[in-house]
């Protein structure tokens, strides 16, 4: 079992940064593939990018240039820097993790909201 909680989401303005954290806990000595996705409300979730254990990223188009994943594998934790926000970018994002027997794990979601 794997434990997801995310944290940092929040209103910022057109323009602004956020960066979102995600902490994984429980029964894992590793995690494969994390990431994030995110959802609008009567939409499919969709991918923002994900990140290999070591270290291989892969984003969505319309996030390329302006968001960064990162993680730390010794804290168990997954980053998302988002530069450059733009209003379409409203949603709620969920970090995602692949436990090494093939699971996959989502996070509660935490709210982004860009407006001015």
């Known amino acids: 079992q794997v434990q997801l909680v995310e944290s940092g989401g929040g209103l910022v303005q057109p323009g602004g940064s956020l960066r979102l954290s995600c902490a994984a806990s429980g029964s894992f000595t590793r995690l494969n593939t994390m990431g994030w996705y995110r959802q609008a409300p009567g939409k499919q979730r969709e991918l923002v990018g994900t990140?290999?254990?070591?270290?291989?990223?892969n984003y969505a188009d319309s996030v390329k240039g302006r968001f960064t994943i990162s993680r730390d594998n010794a804290k168990n934790m997954v980053y998302l820097q988002m530069n450059s926000l733009k209003p379409e970018d409203t949603d709620v994002y969920y970090c995602?993790?692949?436990?090494?027997?093939?699971?996959?794990?989502w996070g509660q979601g935490t709210q982004v909201t860009v407006s001015s």
């Open positions: 990140i290999t254990r070591g270290g291989s990223t």
């Open positions: 995602y993790a692949r436990h090494p027997i093939g699971i996959d794990y």
